[in-house]
């Protein structure tokens, strides 16, 4: 599918993002292993989280999905059972990672797979510590890469410092450790999102976080309840650039997650003159969340690096279209995670908003932008990557002559009305 934009005016309106991606997941997941009934407002039915319904449909897990309703039977810890098929994670490397910590601790044989971008996305980080705290696991590049088979395994916890500030590898180790009789205990370099931390405490785990170091006591009882997902940060980043870059606009973004580990990207829009309004802040179910009210403004080039990287990591490929309006050297550095998401993210965003015009300097582990730049029409393509469709669609809006992206249905990923939004928007 191609879309083709063209720039028309301010964006002006109120958006309701889909809910939180990464929630989503956790949700489902820790539903599931809970005891008694979940429910789960606010679900976001793009591709991925459903992937990771249906695995856990085929664990034996009983599950009803309405629209951003669901309704889970959850089958407490020892309740799972051996899938009678391979379980196909699609692309999304969040259910590929958690379900691995689940699977590794189970009595049972599972094999997990994905789509080409899964297959070729390191799964070593997760395997590696799940085999030291006694999972057995088999698969390509003796266990670096899908499909890989998670023999029957006992897990034993233990203490694990990842090398990289990563919430798929933090949560896919305390998933195990939850069935373990023991302690376990994972330090990162910087604080990745912690909503799996959150949630399990929520739901009756005993947890407990000390700077960068989780520490989670096995084979407690988790309790199912009402789960409410605030609207996903990640999603709204894409209206929050546009109308911080279309002269005139404002948008209000209602019950938008604003959990400190992932508003990096609110922070950077704010040093870079954004005028952005967090309005009538509240918690649910430990996860803060408030109204965004975003207005337009003249922004101007930043450096991005260090600690605030885990906090945007999703974002930088629509920061870096953000950028190219900035007056203003941009820099982003120790970014090199991005070589590793859906796509090679630091050479996609270089090499097709080149096909605009524009010029990005890619660097090992960062991008170089020198704004603000005027940006052509032209033919751009997702590389089947939701989070590339939408940044260079942001980018289109301040494009001299229609853009077209080809590949268009990626958002399908995770926001599977953004085109419906994005042009009732522009018509608004
Ligand atoms: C996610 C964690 C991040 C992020 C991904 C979702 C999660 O990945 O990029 O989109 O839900 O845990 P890493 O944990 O690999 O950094």
Redesign the pocket.
């Known amino acids: 599918m191609q879309v083709t934009i063209s720039a028309q005016g301010p964006l002006q309106g109120t958006v309701q993002v889909p809910g939180d991606?990464?929630i989503s997941?956790r949700a489902a997941i820790l539903g599931a292993l809970a005891e008694g009934e979940t429910t789960i407002e606010g679900f976001l039915p793009g591709d991925d989280c459903l992937a990771t319904v249906t695995c856990l449909r085929q664990l034996g897990v009983p599950i009803i999905v309405d629209g951003q309703t669901v309704q889970i039977q959850g089958v407490g810890l020892t309740g799972l059972r051996e899938p009678e098929d391979v379980l196909n994670c699609g692309n999304s490397?969040?259910t590929a990672r958690l379900l691995l910590g689940v699977l590794a601790a189970q009595p049972f044989s599972a094999v997990l797979t994905g789509d080409a971008s899964l297959r070729q996305r390191p799964m070593g980080r997760v395997t590696e510590p799940l085999r030291s705290f006694g999972a057995h696991i088999v698969g390509r590049q003796q266990g670096q890469l899908l499909p890989l088979t998670c023999l029957p395994g006992t897990i034993r916890g233990g203490c694990y410092r990842s090398p990289v500030a990563?919430?798929?590898?933090k949560?896919a180790l305390l998933l195990a450790g939850l069935f373990s009789s023991g302690m376990t205990q994972v330090s990162e370099p910087y604080l990745?999102?912690d909503h799996t931390e959150r949630l399990l405490a929520c739901l009756g785990a005993d947890i407990s976080v000390q700077g960068t170091t989780v520490t989670l006591q096995g084979s407690a009882r988790l309790r199912g309840r009402l789960l409410q997902v605030p609207g996903d940060l990640s999603a709204a980043a894409y209206f929050l650039v546009a109308a911080s870059i279309v002269p005139g606009s404002e948008l209000l973004l209602p019950n938008v997650g604003i959990n400190p580990s992932r508003t990096g990207l609110l922070t950077v829009l704010q040093a870079m003159g954004g005028k952005l309004q967090l309005l009538n802040r509240r918690e649910i179910n430990g996860e803060p969340r408030a109204d965004l009210l975003v207005r337009s403004a003249p922004l101007r080039g930043v450096e991005i690096s260090g600690a605030l990287i885990?906090k945007l990591?999703?974002e930088l490929p629509v920061l870096a279209a953000a950028a190219l309006f900035a007056g203003g050297k941009t820099i982003i550095r120790d970014a090199q995670?991005l070589r590793v998401?859906e796509t090679d993210r630091l050479a996609a965003v270089a090499e097709e908003f080149s096909k605009l015009g524009a010029v990005i300097t890619p660097t090992a582990d960062g991008l170089i932008i020198d704004g603000p730049q005027q940006l052509q029409g032209g033919t751009v393509d997702s590389r089947g990557d939701h989070r590339m469709a939408m940044s260079l669609a942001v980018a289109a809006l301040r494009a001299a002559a229609p853009v077209t992206i080809t590949g268009a249905e990626a958002v399908a990923i995770s926001y599977p009305h953004f085109w419906e939004t994005l042009q009732s928007l522009q018509r608004s």
Do not use: F, L, M, N
Not at 166 to 169: H, K
């Open positions: 991606k990464s997941h490397g969040t990563s919430a798929q590898v949560s990745s999102r885990p990591i999703d995670e998401k």
